[in-house]
């Protein structure tokens, strides 16, 4: 038997070994054993030691019963009237939250002095909880004013579901502790502060949402963020359980059982916390609490609203309940998706691949033991980069043990039947590729082609009008932050409409639409996508405005025709990506809704296909650089211009026919009317400025009407 037969049986046999250890370990991920699973938690846990403590945002403030009031005022629980002094000292607060239940009467005097209290803060969500051990009907009055914060809107993924026919996926229980109706009727909203621990007594996560009879009722966070944030709240249920809860604009991820993962800021007391015997004496300056969310909870030891957590052994409650509604805020989500998912089973398979190609191609088993030590530290280092820079939670313990399985396999196989052969068969099989080819191969090796293909798409670009003055207006950090406000929403705008995002070029947005995947009514969409990318435009200029950003304005060229779309790169490196005139013919026209004054301009291409579907004005006949062809430019029309609807089209059109036509004087008037008419429109200034030109300077005799753009 030759040199080669022996490498290449030995190199395919530690490929076979990586494989069964991957599947092997597939499997344990598929059925989830509890010892594993109590481990992957452990693992998390040490990310957070990790870590270490994180600033908690100031918005989120804890009003704490803590020893110093208890040891101050008394032991708890507090007199109904003491209780009604602490409501008293929180008005200044936006919303207050309070994690306490008022379930029995103290007496008509307490009960109604706590009530007054209550209905004179108007800014205090009442909590309560669920049991599946109670006894007694709820009160139907206390059930009545629970209700007032019952979660109506229920939206599924897929439209052709009826969202009350999917079963509620959460905690479902059977009875309720609610607080006394007296108290509960000035109360701004109500939710339930249940918790939940996991298989092994630690507190990692929160369930948002709870059933209870026929009806969804929120948690005490998201109760008191629906209140602060005043904006609805939406359950988006599918077949598989929940999807996500929104507010707002605030997409929350869950698990499908409803849970959603705390990324906790650091142990006890990380939040800005006040005691509560500090607010009822008045050595609080209220102003610290405008604006706030306040959550109001007991924290001394003793009473036992005591949490074990990752973060801390014993982390109050309340603070749950505050991490919660701080990471929503701010929306420092712990991701673990189905993206991460992917990721730890792409890790989980490649990384005893990569072990047993290294290892094919060494013959020591110290060399062996240094490439699996050095990948075993790459994959705990790189996971945890991932959940310190970005917050993404991957499994570790699978993959590890994976890469574990297939070294220990490797190296039995080597160590007893490898080394027992002649020097030929010890060495390895030699060959190497590189991790990102393997990476891409495993997923599906005809998409390592280089090459493209013909097609009809559409191309939309996007930019920022002045991002250059403004970024040297703004600090790094705000700017950022600004950037990626914009972003994420026109992002989401173009695939909700189909198409697919290039790229980003700095503030600007390439999107093509057709492709990879063939769409109908490509032009409508891309159309669609800048109609709505404007509106939202307009929604963020408004929050923005309140921060005291400038406001923001973008333009947007769309084009229709044929261009050749596949990979394109070299063969270790490649972008899916559109290249040809119709891309850069859609660029220019974005870059000339500077000099017209607007922000949508489309080709004719696109105009043909779609002129029944929107409204739009012809606006010039130009030859834009790099082309000969002069090109017919339409603006699609949307907000108050296509509200104003034919009359407005009609009476442009009208005078851009007098321009046309070489009467610059009648031209210029009917420009000015329309400008009165139509106070602060860029295309009749511009062509005011132009009469003006023609007027001073005529064009010669054979002029025909088209304007040569100068610049990009």
């Known amino acids: 038997m030759g040199l080669k037969s022996f490498r290449l049986e030995d190199s395919t046999v530690y490929f076979i070994l990586a494989v069964a250890a991957s599947l092997i370990i597939l499997f344990a991920y598929w059925q989830r054993p509890w ?21 908690p945002p100031d918005d989120v403030v804890v009003v704490a019963i803590d020893e110093k009031s208890v040891n101050e005022l008394g032991r708890w629980p507090w007199p109904r009237k003491k209780i009604a002094r602490l409501v008293d000292s929180l008005k200044e607060a936006d919303v207050v939250a309070i994690d306490i239940v008022f379930s029995e009467d103290e007496g008509a005097e307490g009960d109604r002095v706590l009530s007054d209290a209550i209905k004179d803060a108007g800014n205090i969500v009442m909590g309560y909880f669920f049991r599946d051990d109670s006894t007694q009907d709820a009160d139907p009055l206390a059930l009545a004013q629970i209700k007032r914060s019952k979660i109506g809107l ?4 897929s439209d052709e579901a009826d969202p009350f026919s999917i079963p509620f996926p959460g905690q479902i229980f059977t009875g309720i502790e609610t607080n006394i109706p007296e108290l509960g009727n000035g109360a701004l909203g109500f939710g339930a502060f249940n918790a939940m621990p996991q298989d092994d007594g630690v507190y990692r996560t929160a369930h948002l949402t709870y059933g209870y009879g026929s009806q969804i009722y929120p948690a005490l966070s998201i109760e008191a963020l629906r209140r602060y944030l005043q ?29 959603f993962s705390l990324n906790f800021y650091g142990p006890g007391g990380s939040f800005k916390t006040i005691s509560a015997t500090d607010m009822i004496n008045g050595r609080v300056d209220t102003e610290v609490l405008k604006g706030r969310l306040v959550f109001v909870g007991v924290t001394e030891k003793a009473v036992y ?20 509604a701080a990471n929503v805020l701010y929306k420092w989500y712990l991701i673990h998706d189905a993206r991460v998912k992917a990721f730890d089973l792409i890790v989980l398979v490649l990384l005893p691949l990569l072990l047993a190609t290294v290892v ?86 005809g998409s390592l082609k280089l090459g493209g293909e013909k097609r009809e798409v559409t191309l939309l670009f996007s930019d920022i009008r002045g991002f250059t003055t403004l ?76 921060r005291g950003y400038p406001v923001l304005d973008i333009g947007i060229g769309i084009n229709t025709g044929e261009a050749v779309v596949g990979n394109m790169g070299a063969e270790l490196r490649f972008d899916y990506t559109a290249i040809g005139d119709t891309v850069n013919l859609a660029s220019r026209l974005e870059g000339l809704n500077k000099l017209y004054g ?35 430019m339409y603006e699609l029309l949307g907000g108050a211009q296509a509200d104003a609807g034919p009359d407005f089209i009609s009476r442009f059109s009208d005078a851009l026919r007098l321009f046309r036509s070489g ?6 008037g009917a420009f000015i009317a329309f400008l009165e008419a139509y106070p602060g429109d860029g295309p009749s200034r511009l062509y005011i400025k132009r009469s003006d030109e023609y007027i001073s300077n005529p064009p010669p005799e054979d002029w025909d009407g088209i304007y040569v753009a100068k610049t990009k």
């Open 35 to 55: 010892f594993l699973t109590i481990v992957n938690m452990k693992a998390t846990d040490a990310m957070f030691a990790a870590r270490g403590s994180v600033t």
């Open 154 to 157: 229920i939206s599924t993924v």
């Open 231 to 259: 904006e609805d709240i939406i359950l988006t249920l599918a077949a598989y359980g929940m999807d996500n809860l929104t507010i707002g604009d605030n997409v929350i991820p869950v698990d499908e059982d409803g849970r």
């Open 305 to 324: 609203d005591i949490r074990p957590t990752p973060v801390d052994s014993l982390y109050p409650g309340v603070e749950i309940h505050a991490t919660l």
């Open 360 to 445: 094919s191609r060494v013959h020591s088993t110290f060399v062996s033991l240094v490439v699996f030590i050095g990948l075993f530290f790459i994959l705990v280092a790189g996971d945890f980069a991932l959940f310190l820079f970005y917050n993404i939670k991957p499994g570790v313990v699978y993959p590890a043990l994976s890469l574990g399985l297939s070294y220990l396999s490797i190296e039995a196989y080597r160590n007893f039947v490898v080394e027992k052969k002649s020097r030929y068969l010890k060495k390895a099989f030699s060959t190497y590729v590189s991790s990102q080819l393997v990476t891409e191969l495993l997923r599906n090796p």
């Open 471 to 546: 970024s040297e207006k703004l600090p790094p950090q705000e700017l950022v932050r600004l950037l990626n406000e914009y972003l994420n929403p026109m992002t989401a705008i173009v695939l909700n409409e189909e198409g697919m995002l290039d790229k980003y070029i700095g503030d600007a947005i390439m999107a093509v639409f057709n492709a990879p995947v063939p769409i109908d009514d490509h032009p409508g969409k891309a159309c669609n996508t800048a109609l709505k990318m404007m509106a939202k435009l307009a929604e963020l200029n408004s929050v923005w405005k309140e």
């Open 598 to 632: 607007t922000n949508i301009i489309v080709s004719e291409n696109t105009y043909e296909l779609i002129k029944g579907q929107f409204l739009f004005r012809e606006l010039d006949l130009v030859k834009v650089k790099g082309k000969q062809r002069p090109i017919v």
């Open 663 to 668: 009467r610059f004087e009648e031209a210029k």
